[in-house]
């Protein structure tokens, strides 16, 4: 809050005070003297005085230019030396006179009189106003002809707080030179001196000769200064527990008085005097305005526990800070967790105002809060230029509103800031830390007030949720009181058991008739295992009977409480029924079910039907049929299955028999491939669904309640029926059921079209193998007779002797149908693989033999290739094999060597390792193979490289390992990109027991 201001008038705070003493920014302005001006020795007089006036940053303040003496006055320890005192003192309180020289009695008496009359009058009131002016009037026309009081304010600002002039009308020009000439603290010269270093000031004369060169060289201050005749100044700070509170200006326009070291030392007691009357009013318009404060907080502390709703709040807190701190606009906002405002009182701003503050705070034109919103911080803002430095992109809104200090309070709570508090003032303003501490406290108040209401809303939200969740979510809850042995179950709780919907009192126990044997035997004892043990808290799922007899599976939760003897007196819970939850799990688990059996029976889906229909018949119907769709387009029923094993054999009995009415579902649904959904089945419809008296005794006995067939379709084709009924205390059949049913459809019609397709690709893949096998036999005939000509053209061209360009292309044509024979050798390798025909013809090899024999008929692809070839074989191994596919073996891998090794050393060894097996290494340093493609090398027409590049159909290493694998034996490949293979061939030397 602003501290009072104080007037020249006589009355205490009723008269106005002097029209200009506030700017427009709101800071109070202090009288000072004049700008500084240095002067030297040689300066002008004029200069001379406005230095005197103005200068005081030494310990000695002298008047330059005057000609006249100075003497030394004590001041506190300090001295300063001040121009001689005039021959007279002018006149006192009691008109004695001061004589120069020492003081005589009648001085020393009227100096003592005026100090006690002084004293007398400042400690009359406690109302600093009251004390100021009182200063002022005791020191005019007694002590000078003009004085200021200029204080200190908590800001650090100086405000003129009251003044005096022997002529009243000269009072507003000297407000007036507060206003046009501000003094700062700390200033070098002037008020602003003594204020900064709490040391008095003292000028004896002022020439007036000088003071007229001056104001002709235009300086205006000393032009109001002459205008208010000062002919001598003192200056004595208000001083008062080591701190500063202000400064007293006198000023002498009388010719007979000037101001000396006597009336310095007056001053500075008359001061020190004032400065602890000014200190003891301060004090006590703080211990009241604590008060006031105080009784305030208490009484709004009081209104907002009243209030229960976040408009209730706001309310309050507008009501009160509108009153508190005068802000002509006031605005309580509140901030969602997703940082947008919502405005909940706005006083005294415009209607289009809502808009703006209902904008994110993120975005352009949105409300103040981004410094607010993060930290438990408030923004002061004492004109209106300093908000619009602080928040720019508000400039336009702020200006909008006029002038003046603002304030943002964010409403700090426990947790986050619950909104922000908006002030405005009409004028520009200093906060005192009073103020601001007091309005902090109202916002932190209000912000718990609000926590307390949501709390509140929530809290009644909650409760009205819980009671409709109660009400309409199967929910009941129950209470055992075991001193009275009365067992109490709500409306709720009684509907669920098919009892009446009203609250129950009964005998212990007697909530176990309804618990479903098989389950009464587990909760029993848990039953009466918590009524002995406390506290403890339980939690059970288990079913119930209905009085109706329909099953319903609930889920209860309780907790036993002790009595004052530490024994447990009460058992309470709730119990909530999850029969929908315990269907879709059932539900759930037979579609999971039924595709574990469906994958098992891939190649045969008729043979998992059965079980498919049990399934679904143990889950969540009574009963289960299959049909499926004949080429005649007639339905054959395939399975059966009931939960009655009675039952069931009966029906298994009449799969055979014909007696299916045109009514019946299965037939429709067949017919017209849509679902068909019966529930309740009257007895007209059930009528219908027989056509012969043995079906319809079959049907009397299954006595279904709810009927679902569902059409079997794939490809737009439908394969069959599956149909689902139940019957007796098993609940009918609903929507959900009919989703579920339509997906374990879909599962079965998908199984069985793959098995179809299956069979389809197994058949296509023997004709292929066969046709494989056709084709190599048949090509192999012409290729033989091929080579056998080949033989003899080229004996005939060498029994000629003719050789040349000839012999060169019979050479080439050749070596193309050898390529191609071994062609047509693996496809029909690969076609005996396929067809389990590879037979192994085992004797007594020698491997290192077999080996040799294939590196010399391979030996001129290593010649093409250019690689040099090493061999590491030992002199002999033997072992059972066949030797035409090792040799078929070591011929791929060496083939392989010298294709992707070409300009490189391959490396073949051979030996025995320590369980006894052969093994052949075939090490090349080529191209390497990539890891990805290592998993899949040795499958059928798998490649490692572009066959852009490289020939082959990717056969030899499929064949290579299957007739390793008929060997009983391994191939292992080890190989990095760019670093070459090495394919290890390990072989038992002995067939396999098996």
Not at 891 to 910: E, H, I, M
Not at 945 to 957: A, E, K, N, Q
């Amino acid at each position: 809050m602003p501290e009072p201001s104080h007037e020249p008038a006589s009355e205490p705070s009723s008269e106005p005070r002097p029209p200009s003493l506030l700017t427009e920014e709101g800071a109070t302005n202090e009288l000072r003297l004049s700008e500084a001006a240095p002067v030297g020795a040689g300066a002008e007089a004029a200069s001379g005085l406005a230095y005197a006036l103005r200068e005081d940053d030494t310990v000695a303040v002298t008047v330059m230019g005057m000609g006249e003496a100075a003497e030394n006055v004590p001041s506190g320890g300090r001295t300063r030396e001040v121009s001689p005192p005039s021959p007279s003192m002018s006149q006192t309180v009691d008109a004695a006179a001061a004589m120069p020289g020492a003081a005589s009695p009648l001085v020393e008496e009227g100096r003592f009189a005026f100090l006690a009359r002084a004293g007398e009058a400042l400690a009359s009131s406690l109302d600093e106003p009251t004390v100021l002016r009182q200063l002022a009037d005791l020191v005019v026309p007694g002590l000078a002809d003009c004085c200021a009081v200029d204080l200190l304010t908590a800001d650090g600002t100086v405000v003129r707080r009251a003044a005096a002039h022997k002529d009243p009308a000269r009072v507003c020009d000297v407000y007036a030179l507060a206003e046009r000439w501000p003094v700062q603290v700390n200033d070098p010269r002037g008020v602003g001196r003594v204020l900064g270093t709490g040391e008095p000031f003292l000028l004896s004369e002022v020439s007036e000769a000088r003071l007229d060169e001056a104001v002709a060289a235009g300086d205006l201050l000393l032009a109001e200064l002459r205008r208010l005749e000062c002919r001598s100044v003192m200056r004595v700070p208000l001083e008062v527990r080591g701190r500063v509170l202000g400064c007293l200006s006198l000023i002498s326009s009388a010719p007979d008085r000037r101001y000396g070291a006597r009336e310095l030392e007056l001053a500075r007691e008359l001061a020190r005097r004032a400065g602890l009357s000014l200190d003891n009013a301060l004090l006590y318009g703080e211990a009241r305005q604590a008060q006031a404060r105080t009784a305030r907080l208490q009484a709004v502390t009081a209104a907002l526990s009243r209030a229960a709703t976040e408009d209730a709040v706001a309310q309050v807190l507008a009501r009160e800070v509108w009153e508190a701190s005068g802000a002509m606009r006031v605005a309580v906002l509140g901030l969602e967790e997703d940082g947008r405002l919502r405005p909940l009182r706005l006083l005294g701003y415009p209607d289009d105002a809502l808009g703006h503050f209902t904008r994110h705070p993120g975005e352009e034109g949105g409300p103040p809060t981004a410094r607010q919103d993060s930290r438990h911080e408030a923004g002061w803002f004492a004109s209106l230029e300093e908000f619009i430095a602080q928040h720019p992109q508000d400039a336009q809104f702020a200006r909008s509103l006029g002038p003046g200090a603002r304030a943002v309070v964010p409403l700090w709570g426990e947790t986050r800031v619950r909104g922000l508090l908006l002030l405005a003032w009409p004028e520009s303003r200093a906060f005192s830390s009073s103020e601001r501490a007091f309005l902090e406290a109202l916002a932190h108040q209000c912000a718990q007030a609000l926590e307390r209401a949501s709390l509140y809303e929530a809290l009644r939200e909650r409760t009205e949720r819980l009671r409709q969740a109660l009400v309409t979510g199967d929910v009941g809850t129950w209470r055992l009181d075991l001193r009275r042995g009365q067992e109490v179950r709500d409306a709720a709780l009684n509907h669920m058991l098919g009892l009446p919907a009203v609250e129950s009192t009964n005998d212990m126990g007697d909530f176990l008739q309804y618990v479903h044997p098989d389950d009464l035997a587990m909760l029993e004892p848990e039953f009466v295992r918590h009524q002995l043990r406390a506290p403890a808290v339980f939690e059970q799922e288990f079913r119930l009977v209905r009085r109706d007899g329909g099953i319903r599976w609930v889920h209860s939760v309780g907790q036993s409480l002790t009595g004052p003897d530490g024994k447990v007196a009460f058992v309470t819970g709730a119990m909530a029924d999850i029969t929908r939850r315990k269907e879709a799990e059932e539900r759930l688990q037979l579609l999971l079910d039924a595709s574990r059996v469906l994958a098992l029976r891939l190649d045969d889906v008729e043979q998992a039907l059965p079980e498919v229909a049990k399934l679904v018949a143990n889950h969540v119907a009574t009963g289960c049929l299959v049909d499926l769709a004949e080429p005649d387009g007639t339905l054959r029923r395939v399975t059966v299955a009931h939960r009655v094993p009675a039952l069931e054999a009966r029906m298994r009995a009449s799969l055979t028999e014909p007696g299916r009415g045109p009514g019946h579902p299965a037939l429709q649904c067949f017919a017209s491939g849509e679902v068909c959904f019966v529930a309740p089945l009257d007895a007209p419809r059930c009528l219908g669904m027989s056509a012969s008296d043995a079906h319809r005794d079959l049907m009397d006995s299954l006595a279904p309640t709810s009927v679902l067939s569902v059409p079997l379709r794939s490809r737009g084709r439908t394969l069959g029926v599956i149909t689902l009924f139940t019957a007796g205390a098993q609940r009918m059949l609903v929507a959900a059921d009919v989703t579920m049913a339509e997906e374990l459809a879909l599962r079965l019609s998908v199984a069985l079209e793959n098995a179809r397709l299956f069979h389809d690709a197994q058949s296509a893949v023997r004709l292929r193998d066969e046709f494989l096998s056709v084709a190599s036999h048949e090509l192999k005939t012409p290729l033989t007779s091929l080579i056998l000509q080949h033989n003899l053209i080229g004996r005939g061209l060498e029994v000629a002797g003719l050789t040349g360009p000839v012999t060169t292309r019979l050479a080439t044509a050749q070596r193309q149908v050898l390529r191609l024979t071994a062609l047509v050798d693996n496809l029909l390798d690969v076609s005996r693989l396929s067809l389990g025909k590879l037979v192994l013809e085992r004797a007594e090899v020698d491997l290192v033999q077999v080996t040799r024999d294939a590196v010399e008929r391979t030996s001129d692809l290593f010649t093409q290739a250019k690689c040099l070839l090493r061999l590491e074989l030992p002199r002999t191994l033997t072992g059972q094999w066949d030797a035409l596919r090792l040799d078929q073996v070591l011929v791929n891998l060496l083939t392989n060597a010298a294709k992707y090794g070409a300009g490189c050393p391959v490396s073949v060894r051979a030996g025995l390792n320590a369980e006894d097996e052969a093994w052949v290494e075939v090490s090349d340093a080529g191209i390497g193979i990539e890891a990805d493609a290592l998993p899949r090398l040795f499958g059928r027409f798998e490649r490692a490289v572009s066959d852009r590049h490289y020939g082959g159909m990717g056969l030899g290493l499929y064949i290579s390992r299957q007739i390793v694998e008929a060997l009983g034996g391994r191939i292992d490949v080890d190989s990095q990109p760019g670093q070459g293979a090495t394919f290890t061939l390990r072989l038992p030397r002995a067939p396999p027991t098996s």
